[in-house]
């Protein structure tokens, strides 16, 4: 992509929003995302890789992980969820276009090209999944807002079971982050920046797990100082699987419908690469009768 026309994309994105807007938040960030996009295909092109230390590459990288803008928004609602769906899906897009670059196609992922990805682009990857933490989080919240939101009727099968896969792509992504950043062995100061996401955001998934992925996240945070180097990180997780484990507990007798969400709008400031999709959102929201998945607004 010219670097002209990367300044002006990052010229018209940088014009001023309305306060808290987050349809126009995450317009700004699918601008970005599709630039970002060009960006990689031009140098892809040439035979080259990507360099996100560029001022304006990196720029589009912060727009598209605006975790300011994300923390500026209002307490999560359930009329946010289409635009919340689309702004996560191009960071999730972002994400995956640095992250697997040069992999070789075939059905099993270029283990290679992602290792080389992943040392070279470390910072980046850290600063994504920290945004996309956040963000996941208050997707589910307002997932959840949404589905109590709806009449008996209209929580139909295709919605519930749009919902569960939500909440267990979650769950994926959170483990997928503290295997992929906090036990990589990695730098410390990002291994304590993702642990910290999760810390911060652990009552949204301690009651946004499904009951079986639970007792998995637990099972897999079990022996935390043989497996997490860094202490701050290791206490943030301590933490985290300390309310997953509580609510565990909580909910032993079984599942409710739609998590408790008591005060947890109130911690939603990233579904998972391995578990959501547009199909996943589209039957959230989809047609109340259930037979078709409608089309996001």
């Known amino acids: 992509m010219p670097i002209v026309r990367i300044l ?43 360099d996100l230390t560029r001022p304006e590459v990196a720029a589009l990288l912060g727009r598209v992980f605006d975790l300011d803008a994300l923390n500026a928004l209002p307490p999560a609602q359930a009329s946010d969820l289409p635009w919340l769906l689309d702004w996560m899906d191009a960071a999730n897009a972002t994400n995956k276009l640095f992250t697997r670059y040069g992999s070789k196609p075939g059905p099993q992922p270029d283990l290679a090209a992602i290792q080389r990805n992943m040392t ?28 109590a939101g709806l009449a008996p009727e209209q929580r139909t099968r295709v919605r519930e079971e749009g919902l569960a896969g939500l909440r267990t792509g979650a769950a994926e992504f ?33 009651s946004n797990f499904l009951p079986q992925d639970r007792t998995r996240v637990i099972e897999q945070l079990a022996n935390l100082p043989a497996r997490v180097p860094d202490e701050i990180a290791r206490t943030d997780l301590a933490a985290f699987a300390a309310h997953v484990e509580a609510d565990r507990l909580q909910h032993r007798g079984g599942d409710v419908d739609v998590p408790d969400f008591g005060g947890v709008a109130d911690h939603a400031r990233a579904v998972a690469e391995h578990g959501r999709d547009h199909v996943l959102g589209d039957r959230v929201l989809g047609s109340a009768d259930g037979d078709v998945a409608a089309k996001r607004p």
């Not at 317009?27 to 970005?32: D, F, G, L, Q, Y």
């Not at 682009?121 to 589905?147: H, K, P, T, W």
């Not at 950043?181 to 949204?204: F, H, Y």
């Open 120 to 147: 070279e682009y470390e910072d980046q990857y850290a600063a994504a999944i920290n945004f996309q933490i956040r963000g996941f989080a208050r997707e589910a919240v307002s997932s959840n807002l949404f589905m």
């Open 174 to 206: 959170i483990l997928a982050a503290i295997c992929s950043v906090v036990q990589s062995g990695g730098k410390p100061a990002n291994a304590r920046l993702v642990a910290a996401a999760i810390r911060d955001t652990r009552e949204v998934w301690a």
């Open 8 to 50: 002006m994309v990052l010229l018209a994105l940088a014009s001023p929003a309305l306060a808290q807007d987050g349809a126009r938040e995450a317009a700004a960030a699918r601008e970005a995302a599709q630039a970002f996009r060009v960006y990689v295909e031009g140098v892809t092109k040439k035979g080259e890789r990507p």
